[in-house]
């Protein structure tokens, strides 16, 4: 048996070397993992934190875009990765919620990860082309029901956000129209431009530059508040939907066992970001909204991701989705 002297000083030494790896904490750069493609709205997240992370961190904060499979690949990248801090990533609702009802997957979306930060929220928009007849949303829904079956309305793929907001508006207005998968949400927009499809429960940030060029119009936001960026589109309550609420958060998340000072580390680098003016401009002038203080913690992050899991899977279990 050790003697106590002993035990002591090997307690004290393990102590000593786990608080100068904090200290030291990060060595090197970091890379952010984004599952999804350059250019989206998750990667725009990723591209502006980036820097401000870096000058918190002292560390340069590599964006790295692991593409594939709905964001499938990249995100198991990341709970693939060691749990040291060099590798964290970004994800949204997709990824971390409506993947795990959709796909197969080699990992948890809730266990094979650690929450670090919402960072911003991304109401959608109902719009439509700009020949419909219904001028508002009561009017639009009514134009729905006569014509059942025959409507059309456009969402970025099999599973996406705004496939699955689109299931949930049938559901609250007992509606049905044909739902025509895209690959990605640009291109459906582009036929709700061009007239060829009816409408789309889109995010907006994809809507908002052809909204305010008069190229289709909006009948209300999904959200509880009005978008500051867009003052005069009512809020779906306000509308005639209340509770028909849908927001694509985009978060950060590292590998299961990360260790809570890196995760603080993070998270304080995160908030630090979304504190400085010039991020909030760029994050609003692109549709996206910042979430407020207390809901910036890994704990609210951790509530949110579970409490979209237990709205979501089973409005995709009950309508029978899976990803081609």
Partial sequence: MKSL????ASAALVLGMNGASAQTYPSRPI?????LAAGGPLDTNARILAEPMRAYLGQPVVVEN???????????RLARAAPDGYTFGIGFLGTHVLNGALYALPYDVVQDFVPIALVSSNPHLIVARTTLPANDLRALIAWLKLNQHKATAGNAGVGSSTHVAELLFQKFTGTQFELVPYRGAAPALQDVIAGQVD???DVASNSMPYLQGGKIKAYAVTATTRLASAPEIPTVDEAGLPGFHMSTWYALFGPKGLPRDIVAKLNAAARNALADPAVRRRLADVGLEIPAPEEQTPEALDALQKAEIEKWWPIIKAAGVKAN
């Fill in 199 to 201: 409408l789309m429960v």
């Fill in 5 to 8: 002297p002993l035990v002591v």
């Fill in 31 to 35: 890379t952010l993992v984004v599952p």
């Fill in 66 to 76: 692991v593409t594939g499979a709905g964001g499938t690949i990249g995100t198991g």
